[in-house]
């Protein structure tokens, strides 16, 4: 079996390595024909770029590592400055230089990448399923019998920050950065999954289709560890299938199928994602296109502000946050897949957790005061707010928060700060959820403190920082609003001690008191319980 396995490895990084190397090779060059046509699809009206873009580009040949977009970028700056001059404010060219860097690279790429998708599709995400397959399946037998499986955890360079760990953090980083800042390096793998774009939107793929496809295989593969690791645990079991079929159905195929229906409107529109999560829900843009959008597009927005002010607080009542984070969340479901083996890293410090109640709460209030200025400039038909450009605000929230947080860091620090960095220290939802845990729910942890054992399992295990022992130690319920009802404190727990409950809210909050002296009435403490 172990043969096996390293097999699967070397199979693994082959394919890994394969789809490393794609954005650096390839061959672009751009006819006129595709030009003219690349222009005309973009809207674009200025003859001084045409012009100067023309003289750079056209029937010349470039490299995978060669970027485009400097020269796209002076091609628009100086046409600009031109139209300025002249006050020719229709002839402005506004599309982002990287954008039309990436437009150009998937219309002129030419050879063996574009020309063999399927092939190569094979010797990236193929090789890379079925060696992490083979990796994973003989768990089955190496594990042993059910239960706990967290042996020597501390002891491999993958899982206790080693050079493994950190070889992972550098490609997650790096894959983000790409993802979200230099998307024409993506257009090679926008190739690899063409034919699957095509099938289900009827489009070619661009670099979003592929990261939603990644997210979909990623999970899944991951899944399937779960389901071995934690077979003994049936709320494991159904809280990984939940999170997947609702990231695979909900997030990837129903605004594929959507497109396909040419509904522009609700394109990557995700019916589970609700506000300050969706942080453009409320954006000019995207309410403009829902109200020309008709009856289905009445319908998403009013499904949207329901989401937010009716479902998720009542739901949030009767099963706690765990019914988002662990069970439909995509942020989430790739935090408990991909993430698990890295979820001992979160910190359970008092520093972190301070930290942790500044910084969450204070992108909620940043997201809630962002859609206060969007809605007032909407419904007042101005793009500034107390002397303030909207646009600017909403830019530096999809910056900041939509990118280098809930993206880079989010998840590629997975290896090195825990599965949760996000969902614990940025999500707005989370927050938002974490406010109506706290104060207004049925749900708790309860802990039978007589059977502790003070093993610290579930406090090592806990990917939100939360010091489970000390609750379990005393026998008091885990309230805390930053959990996120993962119930993996539950299952590597050897005794028993915890128990996720939905229960009246009477007793809920239950914290015990110290007993000192010989002048305590003990049945005044009794008939208070």
């Given amino acids: 079996m172990?043969?096996?396995?390293?097999?699967?490895?070397?199979?693994?990084?082959?394919?890994?390595?394969?789809?490393?190397?794609?954005?650096?090779?390839?061959?672009?060059?751009?006819?006129?024909?595709?030009?003219?046509?690349?222009?005309?699809?973009?809207?674009?009206?200025?003859?001084?770029?045409?012009?100067?873009?023309?003289?750079?580009?056209?029937?010349?040949?470039?490299?995978?590592?060669?970027?485009?977009?400097?020269?796209?970028?002076?091609?628009?700056?100086?046409?600009?400055?031109?139209?300025?001059?002249?006050?020719?404010?229709?002839?402005?060219?506004?599309?982002?230089?990287?954008?039309?860097?990436?437009?150009?690279?998937?219309?002129?790429?030419?050879?063996?990448?574009?020309?063999?998708?399927?092939?190569?599709?094979?010797?990236?995400?193929?090789?890379?399923?079925?060696?992490?397959?083979?990796?994973?399946?003989?768990?089955?037998?190496?594990?042993?019998?059910?239960?706990?499986?967290?042996?020597?955890?501390?002891?491999?360079?993958?899982?206790?920050?080693?050079?493994?760990?950190?070889?992972?953090?550098?490609?997650?980083?790096?894959?983000?950065?790409?993802?979200?800042?230099?998307?024409?390096?993506?257009?090679?793998?926008?190739?690899?999954?063409?034919?699957?774009?095509?099938?289900?939107?009827?489009?070619?793929?661009?670099?979003?289709?592929?990261?939603?496809?990644?997210?979909?295989?990623?999970?899944?593969?991951?899944?399937?560890?779960?389901?071995?690791?934690?077979?003994?645990?049936?709320?494991?079991?159904?809280?990984?299938?939940?999170?997947?079929?609702?990231?695979?159905?909900?997030?990837?195929?129903?605004?594929?199928?959507?497109?396909?229906?040419?509904?522009?409107?609700?394109?990557?529109?995700?019916?589970?994602?609700a506000f300050p999560l969706d942080y453009d829900f409320f954006f000019n843009w995207n309410l403009k296109e829902l109200i020309a959008g008709g009856g289905l597009g009445m319908f998403i927005l009013v499904w949207g502000i329901v989401l937010t002010l009716v479902i998720v607080p009542v739901m949030v009542y009767f099963f706690g946050k765990r019914w988002y984070c662990s069970w439909v969340c995509g942020c989430g479901g790739l935090a408990e897949t991909l993430g698990d083996p890295y979820r001992q890293h979160s910190s359970k410090s008092l520093f972190s957790w301070n930290v942790e109640r500044w910084l969450i709460h204070g992108v909620l209030v940043f997201a809630v005061v962002m859609t206060g200025f969007t809605l007032y400039g909407f419904f007042a038909e101005t793009s500034t707010v107390l002397g303030i450009k909207v646009q600017s605000i909403m830019n530096t929230y999809s910056f900041l928060i939509g990118a280098i947080f809930a993206g880079v860091i989010g998840t590629g620090f997975y290896p090195i700060f825990g599965n949760r960095v996000w969902c614990r220290f940025g999500c707005p939802l989370a927050a938002y959820l974490g406010f109506v845990q706290r104060f207004k729910s049925r749900f708790r942890i309860t802990t039978n403190g007589g059977q502790c054992i003070s093993c610290g399992n579930c406090s090592t295990y806990c990917e939100q920082g939360i010091d489970v022992r000390a609750y379990a130690q005393k026998g008091e319920n885990i309230i805390r609003s930053s959990c996120v009802g993962c119930g993996v404190c539950s299952a590597v727990c050897p005794r028993g001690v915890l128990k996720l409950e939905n229960g009246p809210e009477e007793g809920r909050i239950n914290p015990t008191e110290v007993l000192l002296g010989n002048d305590v009435d003990l049945m005044e403490l009794v008939n208070k319980k």
């Avoid at 490393?20 to 046509?37: N, R, V, W």
């Avoid at 092939?119 to 995400?125: G, K, Q, R, V």
């Avoid at 670099?207 to 990623?218: D, K, L, R």
Wanted: net charge positive; proline share 2%.
């Fill in 2 to 273: 172990k043969v096996l396995q390293h097999i699967g490895i070397a199979i693994f990084l082959i394919g890994l390595g394969v789809f490393t190397a794609l954005p650096f090779i390839g061959d672009f060059k751009l006819d006129q024909s595709t030009f003219d046509e690349l222009i005309s699809s973009q809207g674009i009206k200025s003859e001084i770029f045409v012009s100067d873009l023309k003289s750079k580009l056209v029937n010349k040949n470039f490299s995978g590592y060669q970027s485009l977009a400097p020269l796209v970028k002076e091609s628009i700056e100086k046409a600009n400055v031109e139209h300025t001059k002249n006050k020719e404010w229709g002839k402005k060219v506004y599309a982002g230089s990287d954008d039309l860097a990436t437009a150009i690279r998937k219309k002129s790429g030419y050879g063996y990448i574009p020309q063999n998708k399927g092939l190569m599709w094979f010797l990236t995400f193929g090789l890379g399923i079925i060696g992490a397959l083979m990796f994973i399946l003989p768990q089955l037998v190496t594990l042993g019998k059910k239960g706990i499986k967290n042996d020597h955890i501390y002891h491999q360079n993958s899982t206790n920050k080693g050079w493994i760990a950190w070889l992972v953090f550098i490609f997650l980083v790096s894959f983000y950065l790409v993802l979200y800042f230099k998307s024409e390096y993506a257009v090679n793998w926008t190739y690899l999954v063409d034919p699957i774009s095509e099938s289900l939107s009827g489009n070619l793929a661009g670099h979003w289709f592929v990261y939603g496809f990644m997210y979909c295989v990623v999970m899944t593969v991951m899944a399937i560890r779960m389901y071995i690791k934690y077979r003994h645990n049936m709320y494991q079991m159904v809280r990984t299938t939940s999170v997947l079929f609702f990231q695979i159905v909900f997030a990837f195929l129903i605004p594929e199928i959507m497109v396909r229906l040419q509904l522009s409107y609700s394109k990557g529109y995700d019916f589970k994602n």
